[in-house]
């Protein structure tokens, strides 16, 4: 099964005509925790991200929370490192529960999903401001369509994905959707084709 066969599987990634929280309409309804709810999935594609930065030899793997935690989990026990999260408090991302980073340490940074990438950027930055050294990127899907960036000490950290799917929305008044006839449905609604 590739990714795609695993998210579509898994109904995290649903193709129709959707109602979005923000009140647009897509042909694409998104959440990732639906793929990773299933361990043999979760193993597959964190097995992809940790091949991915094996050789950069990271001593351990960090998420912001909530959505990376199950991948910084599952990607830390296949590189058989300690894995951690970031959490914000205050509108700041922080680490708390007494995690720490060691000056030097090689961290590998992972999300389940990114959009802009704001989070992780934070995170990036958390590990820099600990002197830690994060090594790269990993994520199951890549939302930006290959256009985020994630800078470190004024370059670009190697950025992996399971997934590259580009986000498309439509007003609501204007949907070649619904001009099409049809009526979104809201994500979560029962009888979703
Ligand atoms: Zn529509």
């Known amino acids: 099964m590739t990714p795609l ?12 005509h959707f109602l979005l929280t923000s009140g647009r309409h897509s042909p694409n309804y ?16 964190c097995g992809l991200l940790a091949e991915s930065f ?36 205050d509108g700041r991302m922080t680490l708390r529960r007494g995690f720490q980073l060691e000056p030097g340490e090689r961290v590998l940074v992972v999300e389940d999903v990114v959009t802009t990438g704001g989070s992780v ?5 958390l590990v820099a401001a600990a002197g830690a050294v994060p090594v790269g990127v990993g994520v199951i899907v890549d939302r930006s369509a290959g256009r985020t960036c994630f800078i470190h000490q004024g370059r670009a ?4 994905a399971c997934h590259t799917q580009d986000v498309v929305s439509y ?15 809201k994500p979560g609604s029962r009888g979703l084709a």
């Open 5 to 16: 066969d695993m998210l579509l599987e898994s109904r995290a990634l649903l193709e129709g």
């Open 30 to 45: 998104f959440q990732c925790a639906l793929v990773l709810q299933h361990p043999v999935y979760a193993r597959t594609l």
């Open 54 to 89: 094996r050789a950069l030899e990271p001593q351990s793997v960090i998420a912001p929370a909530v959505g990376g935690i199950v991948v910084a989990v599952e990607t830390g026990r296949q590189l058989g490192v300690p894995a951690r999260f970031a959490e914000r408090q």
């Open 121 to 125: 950027q934070e995170v990036i930055d």
């Open 157 to 160: 950290l190697h950025l992996a």
């Open 171 to 185: 007003a609501a008044d204007d949907c070649p959707l619904c001009r099409m006839g049809s009526a979104p449905v």
